[in-house]
Every structure is written in C-alpha cells, then in structure tokens.
C-alpha cells in the first residue's frame, strides 16, 4: 500500500499539480490531485542534486575522503538528497585515495547519496588555477594512465580543454561514461568550442576561473551562453557573481542548462568565511553557501519562477548526469522529497521516502 509522502503544491514535468505524492518501496507511486483547500502551503520538490560541493562542517573530501558520509549526513537541511563529492588538484596518491574510498563508500540510506566522485582537477590552466595549488597541476597524458571511470567513481571531471592532450582525454573519459566539463580554462573561442566538439557537455562554475568575455573572442563564457546544448554550473551566492551576471546568464540559459552548485567548501558551517572563502591573496577558493540558499538567491536575482528555479538544482543537474530517476516527481522515481515553505525555506526531507538524516524538524503547521 502506498504512504502520501508529502501534499502541497508539487512539481511535476508536467507543471504544478496541488496534491500530493505517493510513495511505496522507495519510489513515487503517484502525484494525485486533491482540494486545494487542504493543501498545506508548501511546495513539494524534488530532492535537489549538488552537482561541485568539496565539504561542510569541518569535513573536506579531498583531505578525508573517508568523512564524505558525514558529509552526506548534513545535505538534508538544505533539501540536498543526492550530491557529488568534489575533489580539487591535490597529491596523485590522495586523488587516488578519495577515489577508492568513496567509490566504495557506505552511507546510511536516510543521507544524501553520494553519486561518484566530480575531480575538479588537475587538468587545468595555471593561468586559470585559482586556489589550486600549482606543483599538483597535471597534464592531460600525466592523468590519462589513471582511468578514470564512471563504473571506478568518477562521475565528473573538470579539465581545461586547451591543454596539449585535452581533447584525446576528453574522448577517453566520455566513452568510460564520465561527464566531462570545461573549466579554470584560458581557452580561445576556437579552443573551447573544440573540448564541447570532442565530447564535453558541461561547464564549471561559469564565469569563475576562466579567461573573461572579449566581444571579438567571446572566449568560454560566449561559447556556453551561445550554445543551446552545453550545460553550466553557477555558484548563486552572489559573491562569486555578481547579480547582473546571474541575470545575464539566466536570460540566456534558462531553467534547462543552469545547474546552481555551492562548491562549498569544510568552512562552511563553522562560523568562518561569512562572504566566501577567500585566500591569502583575497582571491576565492569555495564558498559557504548552502543550495537553498541559492535557490532563494536566484528567485530574488532574476524574478524566476519558483518551479523553473527549482528545475536548476532537481531537473537539470540530475540530466547533466544522465539520470532519470531522480530531479523528478512521476511514478517509478526515487521517493526523495524536499518541501519548501513559502519563503523557499526547507521544511521537511525524505529520501527514498523516508526522512531523511540531518534535516530540519518535520512541521506539521
């Protein structure tokens, strides 16, 4: 028998059904309308999707891959029920132990599930590296001996498409099923363009750490906007980007190819940082910002809609992976739920149709 999971204003690929969702054996059952005028206030999502977050609370998967599931304990409260944990440009023997730690990984089952590792690095521009660490910067035949694969925990690689070798590694990793995006990138135009031909579909954090905007070479973020098949990431805290960017970008990638990410980094939560994790030389290295918040962030920015805004962080990056289980309430999908209040705040998690771990108090009011 199937258990109404969650009732209010749901969203579905169909648009916004005031129901409620019905869940049996971990996935949705039905979206079943009812009275509106029993309807709590609410909007009932799909579980968001991180697609770049690196830590929280103290915990950073790079340096202690084995902490992710304490990591994945927490996204909850913030609406997260799937995620990828990041890894940035580090030592070959610790980006080689985060992959065999998480791949093999056990996270209780009412946690954000961790979905494969996103190796941001070490194939990337020094000039673009940002807080990366130089002396660990690999070039693409250095990396290529590792055989990175979607089946071995590698769900994501960011790399610089202009690097000697970058588009033969880019081939590579696709056709191991790894989603490969462009980023800290000094591409030409020309050089960009090639990386999204040799099998790139995805950028990362869009307009950071890559060469600006030129009119005669629009450069990367020319490409992406330009092009209606590539996807991009946006860290919406409003510090990384400035509000008339997240505006520009909205405008020309709509709800469809904006995936909002936090690439939050193991500050966030403890006090630090309020205004993005910067370093030694001011510059910024992750941020605090948690994936609701960027939600609220984008609503308030452009004027978006509540359902296409919610389609950044459940929809899309959920088809960025190429998964159609979850981002999505309809019958057969994955139970998992996050439930807004009317401020866009969370209220209620479940995951496989559970509450969820590390989420907020359930309200019934």
């Not at 109404?4 to 049996?24: C, H, S």
């Not at 304990?73 to 990828?84: K, W």
Request: glycine share 12%; with cysteine.
């Amino acid at each position: 028998m199937a258990d109404v999971l969650a009732r209010g204003r749901v969203l579905t690929p169909d648009g916004v059904v005031v129901g409620e969702v019905l869940g049996a054996g971990g996935v949705v059952v039905e979206v079943r309308p009812i009275d509106p005028a029993v309807a709590p206030d609410r909007w009932v999502c799909p579980g968001f999707v991180d697609l770049q977050i690196n830590g929280s609370h103290g915990v950073d998967v790079g340096t202690a891959p084995g902490r992710t599931a304490e990591l994945a304990a927490r996204l909850p409260a913030e609406g997260v029920t799937a995620f990828l944990p990041t890894v940035i440009t580090g030592p070959d023997a610790a980006r080689a132990d985060a992959i065999a730690t998480v791949s093999s990984l056990a996270v209780p089952a009412d946690a954000a599930a961790p979905l494969g590792l996103h190796l941001e690095g070490p194939v990337l521009a020094a000039t673009r590296r940002g807080a990366h660490p130089a002396e660990h910067l690999r070039d693409p035949a250095a990396v290529a001996g590792e055989r990175w694969a979607r089946a071995g925990g590698v769900a994501m690689a960011t790399l610089a498409p202009e690097l000697p070798g970058a588009l033969e590694l880019i081939a590579e990793l696709t056709a191991a099923g790894v989603v490969v995006a462009l980023g800290h990138t000094d591409a030409t135009t020309d050089e960009f363009q090639a990386g999204l031909d040799a099998g790139a579909t995805h950028v990362t954090h869009l307009f950071n750490a890559m060469r600006p905007f030129g009119h005669r070479d629009p450069g990367p973020i020319g490409v992406t906007l330009a092009d209606d098949t590539v996807t991009a990431g946006l860290i919406c805290d409003l510090v990384h980007v400035a509000p008339v960017a997240v505006r520009m970008a909205w405008r020309a990638l709509g709800p469809d190819r904006l995936a909002l990410v936090t690439d939050a980094v193991s500050a966030r939560g403890t006090g630090a940082f309020p205004d993005g994790v910067r370093t030694a030389t001011g510059g910024l290295a992750g941020s605090t910002l948690t994936l609701d918040a960027a939600v609220r962030n984008l609503v308030a920015t452009t004027g978006a809609s509540v359902p296409d805004a919610i389609r950044t962080v459940t929809a899309t990056p959920a088809a960025v992976l190429g998964l159609s289980d979850r981002g999505r309430l309809v019958p057969g999908a994955r139970a998992d739920l996050t439930v807004l209040d009317h401020e866009l705040r969370v209220v209620e998690v479940r995951v496989g149709g559970e509450p969820a771990s590390g989420g907020p108090p359930r309200r019934t009011r």
